[in-house]
Nanobody, 121 residues
Framework: VQLQASGGGSVQAGGSLRLSCEAS????????MGWYRQNPGRPRELIAT???????NLADSVKGRFTISRDNAKNVIDLQMDNLKPEDSGVYYC????????????????WGQGTLVTVSS
C-alpha cells in the first residue's frame, strides 16, 4: 500500500488550503483514512478521519473549520481547511488503517509522506 499526499503550503491566517491523499495497492474494504499533524517535539495528533462507511471524526480544535471527504471508488480523501490559524501549522501525514473484515481485530497501518502546512499571523 502506498499513500500519496498532495497540497499544503503557506498561507496567512484566515486563509484556506486543501490536502489530498490517494491510496494505492491492495486495500481492504474495512478501512479508515485520515490526517494527522505533527510538530517538533510533540506527538502526532489526529486531525480528521473518515471510515469506509463515511463515519467522520474531527479534532475539537478544527471542528467548524476543516472538512474531510472521501471517494471510495478512487481511494482518495480530501481535507479542506478553512479559516486557518497559526496553530494549525505543522507537518500533516495521511494515514490508512485497514482490516480484512468487520470482525477482525488485526489492523494494518500505513503512513504517507508528510506535507508541510504553514500559517502565518
Amino acid at each position: 500500500v502506498q499513500l500519496q499526499a498532495s497540497g499544503g503550503g503557506s498561507v496567512q491566517a484566515g486563509g484556506s488550503l486543501r490536502l489530498s491523499c490517494e491510496a494505492s495497492g491492495t486495500i481492504f474494504s474495512y478501512n479508515t483514512m485520515g490526517w494527522y499533524r505533527q510538530n517538533p517535539g510533540r506527538p502526532r495528533e489526529l486531525i480528521a478521519t473518515v471510515s469506509h462507511v463515511g463515519e467522520i471524526n474531527l479534532a475539537d480544535s478544527v471542528k467548524g473549520r476543516f472538512t474531510i471527504s472521501r471517494d471510495n471508488a478512487k481511494n482518495v480523501i480530501d481535507l479542506q481547511m478553512d479559516n486557518l490559524k497559526p496553530e494549525d501549522s505543522g507537518v500533516y501525514y495521511c494515514n490508512l488503517e485497514m482490516r480484512v473484515s468487520s470482525a477482525s481485530t488485526v489492523t494494518s497501518n500505513f503512513w504517507g509522506q508528510g506535507t508541510l502546512v504553514t500559517v502565518s499571523s
